[in-house]
């Protein structure tokens, strides 16, 4: 994980780094099969994986809170990118919803270690530091639980099914 930092004058970014014990196939599926990505992020999960296609994760279990955007390119099972924002977004709000849906952009590289895979992932266009504090941690406690589903392990409960 990364410390947030700024790109640019109004620009923040995080970037999560993790070695997982499964091929870059098994790991790139997870991003993509809305089965398996709820099993790691979210607790509900719209994805068509294609350019232009949908990116859409009910995050929370009580409070609905939705994350959207659009696969922007796909290259199995190496890279990803997808944008990512907050419905509703309010604009007053300096953590999540301060990014519109589609206003950031999220972009996964997978590379082949041995039997297993190097994650790096990096999120831009983050506009505030709260913004970026919030996704830091998030994304490090979600690729966390990845690193766990991706080898057949049990990830545990949802700890967000109940916000």
């Keep these: 994980m990364s410390l947030p930092h700024p790109t640019s004058a109004r620009d923040y970014e995080v970037a999560v780094e993790r070695r997982i014990a499964a091929p870059p196939e098994t790991v790139f599926s997870y991003f993509t099969d809305p089965e398996r990505y709820r099993l790691w992020q979210g607790v509900d999960a719209e994805l068509d994986p294609r350019p232009g296609g949908i990116f859409r994760v009910v995050m929370n279990g009580q409070s609905r809170q939705v994350v959207s955007g659009a696969f ?84 545990g409960a949802n700890p967000f099914v109940d916000f």
Aim: hydrophobic share 35%.
């Design 72 to 155: 922007v390119e796909l290259d199995p099972p190496r890279r990803l990118r997808f944008t990512w924002g907050w419905e509703p977004a309010d604009p007053l709000d300096e953590g999540q919803s301060s990014l519109p849906p589609g206003s950031s952009t999220v972009e996964v590289i997978l590379v082949p270690d041995g039997e297993g895979t190097i994650l790096r992932l990096r999120h831009t266009g983050l506009r505030t530091e709260a913004a970026c504090r919030l996704h830091s941690w998030g994304w490090d406690f979600t690729v966390g639980r990845l690193a766990v589903v991706a080898t057949g392990g049990d990830a």
